[in-house]
């Protein structure tokens, strides 16, 4: 049975889901609450992990094996660090990287990476790509990279010239890296609250309630996209 998990980091980027899910039925485990149900076609499983990598990572882990999830899409909100990158666009991110893990860790040592990211898997991908040439809403693909702070100062110019992501933000690459050592498809999408032009917490606490909006209804036309009968 397919059953895609929905992970966002605050309850703000889950919001937008919940009226959608029918017949909601909720679980509590590890101080978080699993909301199971349908949105359209879909089987579903929503959560707030809270922020930072270890919440996204636990939460991730627990929907594959409290849930069975066969794969998980994780939603909200980021930082925009590409100077293209507006407030409002959508990423949606093809490969995942830590900027505050030494390179060679995730490849001399578990999960032995060939290189030092993961990537989304190609069928979400595809079906993120389909859905998204019939939305109104800018939509970027790209790299995202993960690390437990705010950007917003000398640390962006140093993230852009080694990685050259898309978006920053805390707990996408976490959540990918659960999915890479179990087998599970992931892919993340992430609607900018905050670029180098509009920096600071005041913006993105001003923009995260609309970015969740938008980054909930890409994700709902991605699971509608996969949920059409073939």
Known sequence: ??????????????????????????????????????????????????VCKVNAAIAAQLMIDIFCVTGIINAGTAGGMDEKVRLFDTVIGERMLYHDVAEDILTEFHPWLRKNYFKADPDLLETAR???????????????????QFIEDGKRAEINQKYAPLSVDMETAAAAHVCHVNGI?????????????HMGMENFDKNCETASEISAKIVRGILGEMGKPV
């Open 1 to 50: 049975m397919v059953k895609r998990g929905i992970l966002c980091a605050s309850d703000t980027e889950l919001a937008p889901f919940l009226g959608h899910i029918r017949s909601e039925r909720v679980t509590k485990k590890a101080m978080l609450e699993f909301h199971e149900g349908c949105i359209g076609r879909t089987d579903v499983v929503a959560v707030y992990s809270g």
């Open 185 to 197: 498809p992931f892919l993340a999408v992430r609607t900018i609250t905050d670029t180098a032009a």
């Open 130 to 148: 389909k859905y998204c040439q019939t939305v109104s809403f800018p939509v970027r693909f790209g790299t995202m990279a993960t690390g437990e």
